[in-house]
């Protein structure tokens, strides 16, 4: 998710809740739904978005050029490597998975979204075959994607999740397989510095390789 807090405001407060299947109470409403339907009420600005991260509404503004070239590098090489076939590359939209809402930097799904809609139209609830977030500077930035969307990721069952790193050591890529929503964590971990090529192991961009072209030389 790009965010980069510290260079623009924040317009709006977190709503937080104590996230887990338990969250109802005997006189109300389940407050997964309460966030859920806040999330869907929110206005903002524009270059600004919000999803639900771990019973939390987050905003967080776009994020900065080096951001959005390696996001829109590995998307236009993902819509090439995929071709005419069933499966697509896409930016800026919606992931629903039982009342949250993620929007990946890039994420690969089928090309005909519409039996894949949320019951709201608001995004795709199921088929998301691969995630990938490029990472933003600053603490609460990096955990959210190494940390919270990891592991929303993983309880989603979403089967691979690529983060790409320019803040950990000198710059690396994770490839994440085989989630266990159980515990939501992964199975397969591999990671590399930048300048080393790594590829997608399973699903429709199987071979597809994440290297210099999209990261940008290794850095020293």
Do not use: C
Request: glycine share 10%; net charge negative.
């Amino acid at each position: 998710m790009t965010a980069l807090a510290y260079e623009r405001p924040e317009t709006m407060s977190e709503i937080r809740t104590a996230a887990g299947p338990e969250n109802g109470t005997e006189n109300g409403p389940d407050l997964d739904e309460v966030v859920w339907q806040a999330w869907k009420a929110v206005e903002l600005p524009e270059g600004y978005r919000a999803e639900i991260i771990e019973g939390a509404i987050e905003v967080s503004p776009t994020g900065r050029l080096s951001h959005a070239q390696i996001a829109n590098r590995l998307r236009n090489a993902l819509v090439r490597f995929l071709g005419e076939g069933e499966y697509s590359a896409y930016q800026d939209a919606n992931v629903i998975f039982r009342r949250k809402g993620w929007i990946p930097d890039v994420f690969v799904a089928p090309e005909d979204l519409e039996p894949y809609a949320d019951e709201d139209g608001l995004g795709v609830d199921a088929a998301v075959r691969l995630v990938v977030e490029v990472v933003s500077p600053g603490k609460r930035h990096e955990d959210r994607d190494r940390v919270r969307k990891r592991r929303e990721y993983a309880r989603a069952g979403i089967p691979v999740y690529v983060i790409i790193d320019d803040y950990d050591a000198q710059g690396t890529v994770t490839v994440l397989t085989e989630p266990r929503p159980d515990k939501a964590d992964w199975l397969g971990v591999v990671r590399v510095p930048y300048g080393t090529d790594v590829d997608i192991p399973k699903g429709p961009a199987t071979g597809f390789v994440i290297g210099e072209a999209i990261t940008g030389p290794k850095r020293t």
